[in-house]
């Protein structure tokens, strides 16, 4: 994780696939894939959205 944060640092674009939060709370902008029956869209996680996906995981780190 560091080495990628000093990438994006640095200027350059710096993309991470993952279904894990945990990787995903690192990095200030998400983009989040959903799916549904027929077909997927893309959508950025708002800042709200974000603050919200790091609460979450903060309290399962918490519960477990």
């Known amino acids: ?6 990438n994006a ?3 350059r674009l ?3 696939i993952s279904h894990m ?13 959903e799916k549904s029956p027929r ?3 893309t959508r950025w996680l708002s800042v709200n ?3 919200d996906l790091m609460a979450d995981e903060l ?5 477990s």
């Not at 309290?59 to 519960?63: E, P, S």
Request: hydrophobic share 45%; aromatic share 2%; glycine share 8%.
């Open 59 to 63: 309290l399962a780190g918490l519960r």
């Open 14 to 16: 710096v993309a991470v």
């Open 39 to 41: 077909t997927s869209s």
């Open 21 to 33: 939060r945990d990787v995903a709370v690192n990095f200030e902008n998400i983009l989040v894939v």
């Open 1 to 6: 994780m560091d080495e990628l944060q000093r």
């Open 49 to 51: 959205e974000r603050h």
């Open 9 to 11: 640092g640095d200027g």
